[in-house]
């Protein structure tokens, strides 16, 4: 839970951070690959011991996962479920400038599910998105604006009927940095709010979020080193009270090599340790429990260009081998 509350909490601060500075980055590096990748695809085996070594046993899937074109823009994408079957085809559709005008979305059957529409101004801001259902009716519109800067300042979000339904006012300061996030009802009514807050360099330092009676949900603060590493995080409940704490450490590089996170009573809930190669590849990681017992231990490599092909994952403080995951990925020429 709390991994996944610290993920959560990054995402928002990320994407703030993105509308603000206006970061662009192809689909490829925003899935964190390099080069110009194609295509890729998953292979999960078994993993087990032949001879001494570890190997790969029995296939648990096959996943083929997504196409870029050579811009490096996503034109398909496969979304899968816990059992490991196909859930959603995404397919994009984009104009000769890179923006998607079009993303169709299809079942496993391969029937239309959902299609969505999405239309930009002059300055390649999107403006408007329309959510159609397979039969072609409208299931919802949103509409956004922006300043003179290209900050984004507005989205609504409309119903079926056209008939309002939500908006969000974000408001920035002279650098740009999101200061100020509002949450409206289609009354007219505030829902919630946010504010953060940063330090000289720009960092993300506090963000607070609030009820609509203006009373405090939650609290998160941030540290950073002198290199602008994140070092601390620290996240506060409605009543003040500390609910964890993470810290994080890195070699002379810049790689992160460890990550502790503690709860309410600043005990140790987990922690792990990672290690890299002369390229900054992350090639191990060890997790372990509060006891400092090993949770699990994660061994990578990766091809030529730098990307991550295999991941093999070992269980408990015996470091039992259980599954080898391959990712196979195809480059333009």
Known sequence: MKEILITLVCLATVAAGALAQGAQKTDV???????RVKSTSETLYYAVYESGEVAKGDIIYYHPMAKYD???????????????????KNIRKRDYKGNMIERSVYKSDGSLYYQYIYKYDDNENQIEENWYNSDGSLNSKYTYNYDDKGNRIEW?????????????????????NKIEENGYNFDGSLDSKSIWK???????????????????????????DDKGNWIEENWYNSDGNLGYKATWK????????????YVSDGSLSSNSVCKYDAERNKIEENKYYSDDSLNCKYTYKYDATGNRVETLIYKGEESIPATIEIINIEYYE
Do not use: H, M, P
Not at 29 to 35: S, T
Not at 156 to 176: E, H, T
Not at 250 to 261: M, S
């Open 156 to 176: 609504n979000q409309y119903n079926s009927d056209y008939s309002f339904n939500y908006r969000y006012i974000w408001k920035y300061d002279d650098k740009g």
């Open 29 to 35: 590096e925003k899935d964190g690959l390099k080069g």
């Open 198 to 224: 940063y330090d000289a360099k720009g960092n993300t330092v506090e963000e607070n979020r609030y009820n609509s009676d203006d009373s405090l949900l939650e609290k998160t603060t941030w540290k950073y």
């Open 250 to 261: 890195y070699d002379d590089k810049g790689n992160k090599i460890e990550e502790n996170v």
């Open 70 to 88: 050579y811009k490096g823009n996503t034109i398909e994408l496969n979304e899968y479920n816990f059992d490991g079957n196909l859930d959603y």
